[in-house]
């Protein structure tokens, strides 16, 4: 399926009966229900917790898009809003809560779990729906892991280094507590500095709009709340919108580096920014792949800044590219010419040869 046209859903159904039907009770959604529980793959490793298969967050999108062009429910467009969360990162959470910001907006008095006149209109079924979205992450009232599920969300992309969530950062620094046989499989924060300097300054950029417009959907969300219901009743997302504010200045953090905004002031408190504000710094021998390009990386930023006039960084960032290459792509890179010497020592035809060297 491509990209959520959101407009589409937010036109009302009908004008009778404006958000359709209630689905409550209909075996799609009660499907729709089932498919996104985490459910058990029977295996357990060495004494850790049962290992939980993870939904088929696609089909959760696809079946959660048909409902709604069947039923404005608040509660399938949490459903849809953590697909898209999966699927296509912040982008994707943005596009579930503006959806749902669009459908508050318009439909108040209409959009599922309905209102009940003869209780004041209370909206509280609607607020604890919504509050699925801020409970402590592995906490018993966060069935869905909302939270946690926004704090493993990929900030960056490097080929060489990986990708890094706001978690993995917050685990680098020691900010949250992990088993002690993880630990050793812990990312350092000079990997994770490494990867962000990696990624494309766009990517950043488009990462961080999307988080500033998801903050904007949760307060515009609340407002709703507080301008409708009877007595200004709001839903708590206060955790929620941290996590992403958290995000959002690890990002500026990383961006401030290249010259896009200012580097943000970290409170007392806990901001998962990495180690925005200092250099990146690497200790002992080097035990891997990525080590040995972090040192390279550490190389070209030292003579990019002390030596700007050097030429060892051209030829650096050439030796990088070289590292995920075969022998003879290397030797396709670097002497062209010696091809065909390969070849004859080889003993290689020519069908085999380009074989080895595409």
Not at 95 to 104: F, M, T, V
Not at 238 to 247: C, D, P, R, T, V
Request: aromatic letters at 6%; proline letters at 5%.
């Amino acid at each position: 399926m491509g990209e959520m046209d959101i407009q589409s859903l937010l036109v009302e159904i009908s004008a009778e009966s404006p958000c359709g039907e209630n689905l409550s009770y209909d075996q799609a959604y009660l499907a729709l229900e089932d498919l996104i529980r985490t459910k058990s793959t029977g295996s357990v490793v060495s004494g850790a917790e049962e290992t939980l298969e993870e939904p088929n967050w696609r089909e959760v999108r696809e079946k959660s898009i048909e409902l709604l062009h069947r039923s404005k429910d608040i509660r399938i467009v949490i459903y849809l809003t953590l697909a898209l969360l999966r699927i296509e990162g912040i982008p994707g959470l943005r596009d579930g809560l503006s959806l749902l910001q669009g459908l508050l907006e318009r439909f108040w008095d209409h959009v599922y779990p309905q209102l009940d006149p003869e209780d004041n209109n209370d909206p509280l079924e609607r607020i604890n729906i919504l509050q699925s979205l801020s409970p402590a992450s592995h906490s018993e009232q966060d069935p869905m892991k909302f939270r946690q599920r926004l704090m493993e969300v990929p900030l960056c992309n490097s080929a060489q280094m990986g990708r890094f969530s706001l978690r993995d950062i917050q685990t680098a620094k020691r900010e949250i507590a992990i088993p002690e046989d993880q630990e050793r499989r812990a990312p350092e924060i000079a990997v994770i500095d490494a990867a962000f300097q990696d990624t494309q300054t766009e990517e950043l950029l488009a990462i961080l709009q999307a988080t500033e417009e998801t903050i904007e959907c949760i307060s515009a969300i609340t407002s709703v709340f507080s301008q409708n219901a009877s007595q200004g009743e709001t839903p708590n997302l206060s955790g929620f919108k941290s996590a992403l504010e958290n995000i959002r200045k690890c990002l500026q953090g990383y961006l401030a580096k290249r010259g896009y905004g200012e580097t943000p002031v970290e409170s007392a408190e806990s901001t998962g920014g990495g180690s925005e504000g200092g250099e990146m710094s690497m200790t002992g021998e080097i035990r891997s792949n990525k080590e040995a390009l972090l040192a390279i990386e550490k190389a070209c930023q030292y003579f990019e800044r002390h030596e700007p006039s050097s030429p060892v960084p051209l030829l650096l960032r050439r030796a990088q590219r070289l590292v995920s290459k075969s022998f003879l792509e290397v030797i396709r890179d670097v002497c062209p010419d010696a091809l065909s010497q390969i070849q004859a020592v080889g003993g290689l035809s020519e069908g085999e040869f380009k074989s080895e060297s595409d």
